[in-house]
């Protein structure tokens, strides 16, 4: 899969008091040009500097190829979580068990590619590559 990166930021959950402000900003700037998107859009996660707790580079991207774009390989394997879309923190929520199982060891992740995947019904996944088995 080719993801074309629209627009991106630098982020850490626990060491930056403004990621959330951050990340809405980021959606906010990559709005214009995804209200005319009918199709899948992504809030990808990479570049990873060490596990969750670690700086990352999140961006907002769409199926398809530019200079920016992404090829997720094919042979990565995932995880996947639905997120509960009727609770406004339903994201933050599947994130917050995706990081509590990793602490219990019920999740040994790669840290190479993770996506929030947002489809057009209104649907969200969740996908974390996982250490080969």
């Not at 969750?52 to 200079?67: F, M, P, Q, R, W």
């Not at 599947?94 to 993770?114: F, V």
């Amino acid at each position: 899969m080719h993801l074309k990166i629209i627009h991106s930021i630098r982020a850490n959950n626990f060491n930056d008091e403004h990621v959330m402000q951050k990340i809405n900003d980021m959606w906010k700037n990559a709005s214009p040009e995804l209200s005319e998107h009918k199709d899948n859009i992504y809030g990808l996660y990479h570049e990873y500097e060490s596990d969750y707790k670690g700086d990352y580079t999140l961006s907002v991207a769409i199926e398809g190829t530019n200079v920016s774009s992404i090829k997720i390989p094919n042979y990565t394997t995932y995880e996947v979580f639905k997120v509960e879309t009727d609770s406004k923190q339903g994201i933050f929520n599947t994130w917050s068990d995706i990081w509590n199982m990793e602490k219990e060891g019920q999740l040994e992740r790669a840290y190479t590619y993770d996506f929030e995947k947002y489809k057009p019904d209104g649907d969200i996944e969740i996908y974390i590559a996982v250490k080969g088995k």
